[in-house]
């Protein structure tokens, strides 16, 4: 059964940082993964689809990375603003259906 | 471009209650998906389906019922609420095959008293 998890739990880091959020997931056969962001009281928001046979994609200050052999994925966020304060989600679509399992979420603040 | 609605955004019902959540998409994406979201258990699939008249079980089916007679249309009905069932439901849809994204409803935010 696939598990999904995410370090760190909770991140707060001052204005301007550069930061990283991790993502592993314990069986590699997986179609693509996904990372979303979720404000409070909100919907899911897709931010990035990386594709079991890609590394990286970019969107703007967002960076993902995929390491399928070794079950992770990074997040990297670029010069960081108060506004990317929001919980961060990833999720794996596994080849064996097409369930998608989510991690449990890094909950970031980003201070002025 | 509307993509996902969910309605209502908000229901407060009594245990016992049947209680209908309905999801609509504007993309005729293949597959939808339902799930609840929970402090603690993070996001679990309910149900989910891969075409019209196509269902099938996710990871906490009981007590929750699916149907999908239209592409466009996934509701959810709870048969008898109670008060477990007290969480935030999102739908989702995706596009047929292995390679599409997904893509989320605002929620709806159900009570059971």
């Known amino acids: 059964k696939q598990e999904v998890t995410q370090i760190p739990a909770a991140l707060s880091v001052p204005e301007g940082e550069n930061l990283v959020l991790n993502c592993s997931f314990t069986?590699?056969?997986?179609?693509?993964l996904q990372w979303f962001r979720q404000d409070p009281g909100k919907g899911l928001t897709s931010l990035l689809l990386?594709?079991?046979?890609?590394r990286e994609q970019t969107s703007g200050r967002l960076n993902a990375s995929l390491d399928k052999s070794s079950g992770r994925s990074t997040l990297y966020i670029a010069a960081s603003q108060p506004g990317d304060s929001a919980t961060y989600l990833c999720a794996v679509r596994g080849d064996y259906g097409q369930n998608f399992v989510f991690g449990p979420g890094t909950r970031l603040s980003v201070l002025p | 471009d509307a993509g996902i609605t969910q309605s209502p955004r908000y229901k407060i019902t009594e245990t016992g209650r049947q209680v209908t959540l309905m999801c609509h998409q504007t993309?005729?994406?293949?597959?939808m998906f339902w799930y609840r979201q929970d402090l603690g258990h993070g996001l679990r699939l309910i149900y989910y389906?891969?075409?019209?008249?196509?269902?099938d079980k996710g990871e906490v089916p009981d007590g929750y019922v699916v149907s999908r007679s239209k592409t466009e249309n996934f509701p959810l009905t709870l048969e008898s609420a109670t008060r477990s069932q007290t969480s935030v439901y999102f739908c989702?849809?995706?596009?047929?095959?292995?390679?599409?994204?997904?893509?989320f409803g605002p929620g709806t935010r159900l009570t059971v008293l």
């Open positions: 989702a849809s995706t596009t047929s095959g292995p390679v599409g994204a997904q893509y």
């Open positions: 990386i594709q079991s046979s890609q």
């Open positions: 069986d590699s056969a997986i179609y693509n």
């Open positions: 993309w005729s994406h293949s597959y």
């Open positions: 389906s891969a075409a019209a008249d196509i269902t």
